[in-house]
């Protein structure tokens, strides 16, 4: 029973490594930017707290780690649990990091040839720890021995590595999680479809002529039900929002049907103006959603992670829609990044009554006609930066970001992106432990915990390098 009692020197070295590192890491993750309102991203943005609950897991031959739940605050002070799906790329759980919640196909799990595994980590999510209680995971597992909290999120986090990073062979220290690992990744996993987002409304804004309705502008959502207002109406409460019946509507009960679309109903002769579309919603958000970092540039990148649990969370989305009486195009641009495609969908729609010549720079110029969409792949290598202008009559948008669908990184030098002129950095799914040159945590010695944390103070006040890459996504800007 050694490696129970050596877990608990393993988390106090987690707290002490966790604060040392901190200091190398707080210049990377000071000014963290929050969402925009009306910014791509569907449902919650939470902050990473400076708490984690953990075992020690054999990654791979070379790297021994501390793996488990990460806890995130959302803005309403409700707490979600995540576990990390990026294993090659540290988190500073000091460093006040935003994330926001997002879809698959906009993460590494969205790329070419990972959507059985993406369903294997959602049943894992779904059957083991925080989902169901001990009791339940050791009798669905036929664990007969001393199982606690820490061994179940270790072995839960090791099975989930095996499908999110290829770590085929990764393994918790303990016999108990070792054997929760085994049963979660074995032949019971069948696979889960994707989640639906807490609330998603998109586009984020269209453009259009007084006597026509608006949109659709697109809902998805889990929750029982959505409600639906309208706010800043430059009408004075002529305009409707409708739903695609042509009815008015104010509030949609569940289970809210996949791309519900809305429409806002502007009477002709209504003067220029605009409006806003409001959706409100209070939900459990469901196991398996994607949370990527927000707000740094590609050195920044904070490790991506995936839902295990949540509060009931409120979450609120918007758009903007605006109208005109002038004749002409009336355009509108939206972008997402699409890793199965390695690049980003542009999706420009014309509410006017007049084609329009679009360019979607670097390099396609596209004809939208009135009343009609298009969409432009623009393809970006992985890793790189993007900067998409989006440029027609009257109307001009630009979507920035960078483009990171895959899990291991093409600019580091090896688990933890660590740069061969770098200090030791933080190997994988945590900012506790390091990698081969520091000791590992949960072994059969507390003097090496412990030289582990002298280590990992060395490191800090050396000024500890992290090579860190963001998850793509991108920012709006419109001119």
Request: hydrophobic share 35%; net charge neutral.
């Amino acid at each position: 029973m050694f490696h129970k009692q050596g877990r608990a020197l393993s988390r106090m070295a987690t707290v002490m490594l966790a604060s040392s590192l901190a200091v190398a890491g707080s210049a990377f993750a000071a000014g963290a930017a929050p969402v925009a309102d009306g910014e791509s991203g569907s449902g919650i943005t939470a902050t990473i707290q400076p708490t984690m609950l953990s075992g020690p897991v054999q990654v791979d031959a070379n790297h021994k780690i501390d793996g488990g739940l990460f806890t995130l605050l959302t803005a309403d002070g409700k707490k979600i649990q995540t576990y990390c799906i990026d294993v090659d790329h540290g988190v500073d759980i000091k460093g006040n990091i935003k994330y926001q919640e997002s879809d698959w196909s906009s993460s590494s799990l969205g790329a070419p040839g990972k959507a059985e595994a993406a369903g294997k980590i959602r049943w894992i999510l779904e059957h083991s720890y925080p989902k169901l209680d001990i009791d339940a995971i050791k009798k669905a597992a036929g664990i007969t021995g001393d199982l606690e909290k820490e061994d179940a999120a270790a072995g839960t986090q090791a099975a989930i590595w095996r499908f999110s990073d290829n770590k085929t062979s990764a393994t918790p220290l303990d016999p108990e999680a070792k054997q929760l690992t085994e049963y979660l990744a074995g032949s019971a996993n069948t696979g889960m479809p994707e989640p639906k987002p807490s609330l998603d409304l998109d586009p984020a804004s269209v453009n259009g002529k007084s006597g026509t309705k608006l949109g659709p502008f697109t809902l998805n959502s889990s929750a029982e039900s959505v409600k639906l207002s309208l706010s800043d109406d430059a009408s004075g409460g002529k305009v409707k929002l409708l739903d695609k019946d042509g009815k008015a509507v104010t509030t949609l009960n569940g289970p809210i049907a996949k791309d519900t679309q809305l429409f806002l109903d502007v009477p002709a002769g209504t003067a220029a103006g605009s409006a806003k579309v409001n959706a409100t919603a209070t939900t459990v958000v469901q196991t398996g959603r994607v949370f990527l970092s927000v707000g740094y540039t590609p050195e920044k990148h904070s490790q991506s992670m995936i839902l295990a649990g949540s509060e009931e969370v409120t979450v609120a989305k918007s758009a903007q829609a605006t109208w005109t009486q002038a004749k002409g195009p009336q355009l509108s641009a939206s972008a997402k990044i699409d890793c199965a495609k390695n690049g980003v969908q542009v999706t420009v729609t014309n509410g006017g009554d007049e084609s329009a010549d679009v360019t979607v720079a670097p390099g396609k110029t596209v004809k939208v006609e009135a009343g009609k969409t298009e969409t432009v792949l623009v393809p970006v290598a992985e890793d790189a930066s993007y900067s998409i202008k989006v440029t027609g009559p009257n109307f001009t948008k630009e979507f920035t970001g960078v483009l990171d669908c895959k899990v291991s990184s093409t600019t580091g030098g090896g688990t933890g992106g660590q740069t061969p002129s770098a200090s030791p950095s933080t190997p994988a799914g945590n900012a506790t432990t390091g990698g081969p040159n520091l000791a590992s945590t949960g072994g059969g010695s507390g003097t090496g915990i412990l030289a582990g944390v002298a280590g990992a103070l060395v490191v800090a006040g050396a000024g500890a390098v992290f090579a860190l890459r963001r998850r793509g996504r991108h920012s709006r800007n419109a001119a």
